[in-house]
């Protein structure tokens, strides 16, 4: 219908707005041959490294599959040579993200690894890494995993200020907008996963279960030295992240393989951390075991530490690592484990903790990991998921915004409206240029309390929940869309961002979400947004360019489909009005927050 609805929009508009239907906000970057002519395909990320592998039986495990060790030694160094690539000077993996195989890769076969720099913060990079298998007879080819690493830059033992990268093409624009958001998160990550981890109330039933059935996690236990030679590190002398990750999975696939006694398959790794450097000449001290199995996966956990031969008792935490394996039949479904009892103590603190974190993992990959049309309009909030929520609620409109096919669909003095369509959506957005400093207008525009001031749509806005700094739940009541129906409800995440460096716009997103003590209520038709909000862009001194994004769901459509086909002016009315709110309230925020 919405598309129905476009097409017939497309056809109106270019007759009312005619001329002016092709421009774009944000002009697409292309390359440019020697004749003049602009190619898309002629581009190349500069920061592009591939690298094509042929599995040879050196490089399989039991099973006859490439192993995830080589496989990872084969990614960190390819996301090296690109991170390098970048920074002109050698550099070190200090995260690698949560990476979930979806193939495993049959000797014989071809591995091609593409990796490219998303983006620079100061002296860290984030890589962004695809792989795909190919089977050189059938010339078949299949997605194995993507993975996201960090890298920091080092010149002479100093940390390095990283140029930045200018983005060209729409999904390196998208990749480079939500690469700020996952660093955030990453650097969060520890103290989130240890909150939830102490938060979340896990039922488990050791004390009921019949320990005759159950394998003593300590028969899983693996303890392993290795000695870090030359062709272990770099230039540098610095070991390889991917050298460590791949005996890091060594040991954890024999501890697995002691729990199951088959040969397991790694599905996924949780992401993980290089703590310190390693070097040429450490011992290195890998110990693992299984910390939880559960009827079709387990979860084996992995602890490096490093030592000089001279200073043995002096250990370094290198990193730790936790990793599900599946165990396949001959169909590759998976088998059902036995269960596992843990050691008192430590053991049966890593049992819960590896529950805990197994459902963390579903809700984190529901969220962050399902495409944005596939996640439900409204999310049920729950402390479990709200990182990945307020992390989706940013990514979702930063996605929006970074789209290719913006038209400018009407403009009365200076206020645009741009519209897009794409398959399941009509997307609008309203642009003006605000004589307002853009830390206060994102100030104002956050506080969605104020909204009502200048936004008639908006009836009435009560702060449910400041879940933090940047992050709250509100209950909107907005006008009746026609005088025949009710007035509608919202229940609304707001999440803010300011920018990450400059040129990166302050972000006000807004998503719904399901809260237990706002259910439906009879005297109001619930109303749901999918993907909305605010980017301001600071366009010199005491100028902003206040951008309003709304991904219209089918309630919302008919108004923003009346604007855009030219009539109704309401959406310069809106703005004109955001912009007096905004000048009027230009001075008046506290001083402590003026620092922005
Ligand atoms: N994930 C992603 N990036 C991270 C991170 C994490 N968990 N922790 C820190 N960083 C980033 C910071 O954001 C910062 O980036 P920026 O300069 O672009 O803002 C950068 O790493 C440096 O962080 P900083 O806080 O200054 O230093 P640190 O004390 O955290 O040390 C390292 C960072 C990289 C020096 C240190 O962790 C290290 O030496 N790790 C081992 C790296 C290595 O040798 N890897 C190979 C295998 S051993
Ligand atoms: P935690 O104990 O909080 O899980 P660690 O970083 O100490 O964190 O360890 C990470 C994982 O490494 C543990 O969950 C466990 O699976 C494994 N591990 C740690 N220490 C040992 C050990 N001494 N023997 C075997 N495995 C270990």
């Known amino acids: 219908m919405i598309q129905n609805v476009g097409n017939h929009l497309r056809r109106g508009l270019s007759s009312v707005f005619s001329g002016r239907i092709s421009r774009k906000s944000g002009a697409r970057t292309r390359t440019e041959s020697a004749d003049g002519a602009m190619s898309d395909d002629a581009y190349r990320n500069p920061t592009e490294v591939q690298m094509s592998q042929l599995v040879l039986p050196c490089h399989t495990n039991q099973r006859g599959d490439l192993s995830v060790g080589q496989l990872l030694k084969w990614i960190d160094t390819t996301a090296c040579l690109s991170a390098e690539r970048h920074a002109g000077c050698p550099c070190v993996t200090v995260s690698m993200d949560d990476i979930y195989f979806e193939h495993t890769i049959s000797v014989g076969q071809m591995v091609n690894i593409k990796a490219k720099v998303n983006r620079a913060f100061n002296s860290s990079m984030e890589v962004g890494i695809q792989v795909t298998s190919e089977d050189l007879c059938s010339e078949k080819q299949?997605?194995?995993?993507?993975?996201?690493?960090?890298?920091?830059?080092?010149r002479e033992l100093s940390k390095v200020k990283l140029k930045q990268i200018v983005p060209q093409t729409e999904e390196e624009k998208m990749e480079h907008?939500?690469?700020?958001?996952?660093?955030?998160?990453?650097?969060?990550?520890?103290?989130?996963?240890?909150?939830?981890?102490a938060n979340c109330v896990i039922q488990d039933d050791l004390e009921n279960r019949d320990c005759s059935h159950m394998v003593p996690a300590e028969k899983t236990r693996v303890e392993s030295v290795e000695l870090v030679l030359p062709p272990h590190a770099n230039h540098q002398g610095n070991t390889f992240g991917g050298q460590i990750m791949a005996w890091m999975e060594n040991v954890a696939t024999?501890?697995?393989?002691?729990?199951?006694?088959a040969h397991p398959t790694l599905k996924a790794i949780e992401m993980f951390h290089f703590r310190g450097p390693s070097q040429v000449g450490d011992r290195l001290v890998l110990k693992a075991i299984v910390?939880?199995?559960?009827?079709?996966s387990m979860e084996v956990g992995v602890c490096v530490e490093a030592y000089r031969q001279e200073a043995e008792t002096h250990r370094r935490h290198i990193n730790s690592a936790f990793m599900t394996f599946v165990v396949l039949d001959a169909a590759d479904q998976p088998l059902m484990l036995p269960w596992i009892r843990p050691q008192p103590g430590d053991g049966e603190r890593r049992y819960r903790e590896a529950s805990a974190r197994k459902k963390i993992r579903l809700d984190r990959k529901y969220i962050v990991s399902c495409k944005q049309t596939e996640v439900p309009l409204s999310v049920p909030w729950d402390p479990s998921n709200q990182v990945y929520l307020s992390y989706n609620n940013v990514s979702s409109l930063k996605m929006l915004v970074a789209k290719d096919n913006w038209v400018l669909s009407s403009e009365i003095n200076q206020v645009c409206l741009y519209t897009l369509e794409d398959d399941k959506f009509l997307s609008f957005h309203v642009e003006l240029v605000v004589h307002v400093d853009a830390a206060q207008a994102f100030l104002l525009l956050s506080d969605l309390s104020r909204r009502p001031e200048w936004d008639k749509h908006y009836r009435s806005v009560e702060l449910v929940q400041q879940v933090d700094e940047d992050d709250a739940i509100y209950h909107v009541i907005s006008s009746a869309l026609n005088s025949d129906t009710k007035p509608l409800d919202f229940v609304i995440l707001a999440s803010r961002r300011k920018p990450c460096d400059n040129g990166d716009p302050y972000v006000i997103a807004l998503r719904s979400v399901t809260l237990p003590t706002h259910r439906e209520m009879p005297?109001?038709?619930?109303?749901?947004?999918?993907?909305?909000g605010f980017c301001l862009w600071r366009e010199g001194d005491q100028m902003t360019k206040v951008s309003y994004y709304n991904q219209a769901t089918t309630g919302f459509l008919n108004y923003v489909t009346t604007d855009v086909a030219g009539l109704s002016s309401e959406f310069y009315t809106t703005f004109k009005a955001c912009e007096q709110f905004l000048l009027a309230n230009r001075n008046d925020l506290a001083p402590s927050l003026q620092t922005l």
Request: aromatic letters at 10%.
């Open 523 to 532: 005297e109001y038709s619930r109303g749901e947004t999918l993907c909305s």
């Open 177 to 197: 907008s939500v690469a700020a958001e996952r660093r955030r998160m990453r650097l969060v990550y520890a103290d989130t996963i240890k909150d939830l981890l």
């Open 291 to 296: 910390n939880n199995a559960f009827k079709n």
């Open 254 to 261: 024999i501890a697995a393989s002691r729990l199951c006694r």
């Open 142 to 154: 299949w997605s194995v995993c993507k993975a996201l690493a960090t890298f920091v830059a080092y």
